[in-house]
């Protein structure tokens, strides 16, 4: 059954292997096994029937945001050399790639880019989707020695960022693992000892609450907002 398969893609993909040639045939042939199976692990809930509650950010916040954020990475780790800045799809792509159209600005060197899909290393994966579409990630160049930022929108329980180091380390060793994300829930929603090392707002709320990053490149408008199902 296409679970059976899932399941024993999902095991062989976290089997280490060593040495870059290696590496890049296992992940050729993980995402062509995986991208076989047509997963999407990216449920949400349903969009039509939430309501808004309030709007706490909006174009021109999320702008000044961004720009705090490459302000602060470059700061901390005294420049551009070395920095690899990686989004977490879906809305951590754009705000990565935002990033780094920053830094360049800043320090006129452009830092290495790429995005990571956490898919199959959700700890849920027997709770989330009856289709997941697996996405291909993209770290075309080596991770070893760099400082990796990985770039999220909202951090809430840690579980992702969790996913995303796991897979992260599948590629290399790192010198550094930093985090930088747009908002911040607050640490009495963390379920694992994850923080963000750079952080756009922090915005405690409630379990019952969603926040909802809204992006250009998939929502048609810039906004970032509380919201409640009724």
């Not at 930093?178 to 908002?183: E, G, N, P, S, T």
Request: proline letters at 3%; glycine letters at 6%.
């Amino acid at each position: 059954s296409d679970a059976a398969v899932f399941r024993k893609v999902s095991t062989c993909q976290t089997r280490y292997v060593n040495g870059n040639s290696e590496r890049n045939l296992k992940w050729t042939l993980f995402f062509e096994l995986s991208t076989a199976l047509c997963y999407d692990l990216h449920p949400m809930a349903d969009e039509s029937t939430l309501v808004e509650k309030s709007r706490i950010m909006d174009s021109a916040r999320i702008k000044r945001a961004i720009s705090r954020l490459a302000s602060e990475i470059v700061e901390e780790n005294h420049g551009a050399k070395d920095l690899y800045i990686v989004g977490i799809r879906r809305r951590g792509v754009p705000l990565a790639e935002r990033i780094v159209d920053k830094i360049e600005t800043l320090e006129g060197v452009r830092p290495i880019y790429g995005i990571i899909d956490i898919t199959l290393y959700r700890d849920d994966l027997s709770t989330v989707g009856a289709n997941p579409i697996v996405n291909r990630t993209e770290l075309n160049e080596d991770v070893d020695g760099k400082i990796v930022v990985l770039v999220d929108d909202v951090l809430y329980t840690g579980r992702t960022i969790r996913a995303a180091m796991d897979q992260l380390m599948d590629f290399g060793r790192p010198r550094k693992v930093q985090l930088a994300v747009l908002i911040d829930r607050g640490r009495e929603h963390r379920e694992l000892p994850i923080q963000a090392d750079f952080i756009g707002k922090v915005v405690p709320t409630k379990q019952t609450e969603i926040i909802r990053v809204m992006l250009k490149e998939y929502d048609n408008v810039e906004a970032v907002g509380i919201f409640e199902r009724p």
